[in-house]
């Protein structure tokens, strides 16, 4: 099983939405079975898996000092990933999951508060040596300020280049347990983060490869 970690000390940069729909647009693409876990007090992963018709992907309670037991009855009921959901601005929290990744993805939206906040993140994912890609959300479709916040990640580390539009279709369909990837299956934003994915799924299997030679 591959674990992984959504991380952002910067709140607000949809963690959360992020981890749900690439657990869904996993098992869509026939990746699965995921679980998602939350290690966020606030429990909004929890939350919005609670409301949720559909009984995949799984979902698994757990506490920081669960985590790693979890993870390993996880992996030996047969699960292919598991994505973590992590609290922002806890450093502490947040280095002890990405101990347990395989991949961190950390989701930033491209505004120069966020940009200047995300080097907090990338130091803790640096300093755990985990292999690591940035996600842009909530971005203005080729706006300038889209454009220079890929630029300037990109000095950091690699940028997905699905960028997560900002459309009112994300936060609507969390609302109810859903994700675009099922309101809306033919969408922009459910092609997004198909394409999301499959960037996410090939850096960590590239990832996995490298560290095996």
């Known amino acids: 099983m591959k674990t992984i970690v959504l991380a952002s000390q910067k709140g607000g940069v949809g963690k959360t939405t992020v981890a749900a729909h ?18 966020d007090p606030q ?25 790693p ?29 990405m101990a ?14 966020d940009l200047r906040a995300v080097g907090q993140t990338v130091e803790l994912v640096i300093s755990s040596g985990k292999p690591f890609v940035f996600a842009v959300t909530q971005a203005k479709t080729n706006s300038r300020l889209t454009i220079q916040a890929v630029a300037a990640l990109s000095e950091h580390g690699v940028v997905a280049p699905a960028i997560v539009s900002d459309r009112v279709d994300f936060a609507a369909s969390m609302i109810d347990g859903r994700t675009v990837l099922e309101v809306d299956p033919k969408g922009k934003s459910a092609g997004e983060m198909l394409e999301l994915w499959k960037f996410v799924k090939a850096k960590s299997e590239e990832s996995t490869k490298k560290r095996k030679k």
């Open 22 to 39: 690439l657990a869904v647009a996993a098992e869509l693409c026939g990746d699965g079975p995921c679980v998602l876990l939350d290690t």
């Open 100 to 113: 347990l990744a395989d991949f961190v993805v950390i989701p930033t939206r491209p505004s120069p508060h």
């Open 69 to 97: 037991s979890k993870l390993a009855a996880l992996d030996a009921a047969g699960f292919a990933y598991a994505f973590i959901d992590t609290p922002p601005a806890i450093a502490d929290s947040i280095r002890l999951v």
């Open 43 to 67: 429990a909004s992963m929890a939350h919005w898996w609670n409301g949720r018709a559909l009984d995949t992907p799984a979902f698994a309670p757990t506490t920081l000092k669960e985590l």
